[in-house]
């Protein structure tokens, strides 16, 4: 079976994480740009995805979607990149809060600007109570350590990181002081700057196209 990695994307769009964490990893990978409405709803694209959004990747015959799941898989699959929880300590925490962060954060941020804030009586019902408690959870963890896991970057930085960094850019996460030096921190890194330079230069093509 081939190990050919290929990486179906937009550059506006969630798919920036799954390229920042194809960089940290170090693989080579083939890129597939997919137009909204069009390419992403193909018969060949639902095919791979029948949800008909980006990013995807195929290695190895396999078929990933959804940018957690992307991160912890190529952290596995790439075990020399050392983006996989080294330990139990580690792999708590990594698993915490990439999974609080894909569920909880995204529903809370995503809920409260389509909706607005969910009625008293209502709150109950939801997995993350109200965006407040969501977003404190997150800041607890950010200021915990360095890193999500502990004292080292792993896949789950790539997938947090990218959550905040994002969050607050767009206004739908607070700008605090720990969620701007948690993002500072990691947008120092070469493979973040090499991911969005080559999306940057992806979106910049298609705007002149």
């Known amino acids: 079976m081939s190990d050919e990695l290929i990486f179906y994307t937009n550059p506006q769009s969630r798919g920036r994480i799954a390229r920042w964490m194809l960089e940290e990893c170090g693989a080579p990978y083939r890129t597939e740009v997919l137009e909204y409405g069009t390419a992403m709803k193909s018969p060949q694209y639902l095919a791979i995805n029948p949800m008909g959004k980006v990013p995807a990747i195929v290695h190895r015959g396999n078929v990933i979607s959804e940018c957690a799941a992307i991160c912890a898989y190529l952290a596995e699959a790439f075990p020399q990149a050392g983006l996989a929880p080294a330990d139990d300590t580690e792999r708590a925490s990594y698993y915490r809060w990439l999974f609080f962060t894909a569920g909880p954060i995204e529903a809370a941020v995503t809920d409260r600007n389509v909706f607005g804030e969910a009625p008293e009586d209502k709150k109950r019902m939801l997995g993350y109570g109200c965006y407040e408690d969501a977003i404190d959870a997150l800041s607890f963890a950010v200021k915990?350590?360095?890193?999500?896991?502990?004292?080292?970057?792993?896949?789950?930085?790539?997938?947090?990181?990218?959550?905040?960094?994002?969050?607050?850019?767009?206004?739908?996460?607070?700008?605090?002081?720990?969620?701007?030096?948690?993002?500072?921190?990691?947008?120092?890194?070469d493979a973040f700057k090499r991911a969005w330079q080559l999306d940057d230069a992806l979106a910049q093509a298609a705007s002149e196209a």
Request: proline residues 2%; without cysteine.
């Open 144 to 189: 915990a350590n360095p890193y999500i896991a502990g004292q080292r970057f792993t896949a789950a930085d790539v997938y947090v990181g990218a959550q905040i960094g994002w969050g607050m850019q767009f206004g739908t996460i607070d700008k605090r002081e720990e969620f701007a030096a948690y993002f500072e921190r990691l947008s120092q890194r």
